[in-house]
């Protein structure tokens, strides 16, 4: 899987899969060093991570 991960412009998954995903490559979605991910948290709305530090936009319906 870690291979991949120089090739991917956007991953998008969810709290779940991010928790998992956290676990595999043993550090968090926001220092995975790809260009833009999403987590969707369901009725919380989701999270987009940008590229550089801790920026991020919470979106909600």
């Known amino acids: ?4 991960l120089p090739h991917v412009d956007l991953i998008s998954m969810n709290a779940l899969q991010a928790a998992a995903f956290e676990d595999r490559l043993g550090r968090s979605v926001e220092s995975a060093y790809l260009p833009e991910i999403l987590v969707t948290r369901g009725a919380e709305g989701a999270v987009y991570h940008l590229p550089k530090g801790p920026s991020r936009s919470r979106l909600s319906g």
Do not use: P
């Open 1 to 4: 899987m870690t291979a991949l």
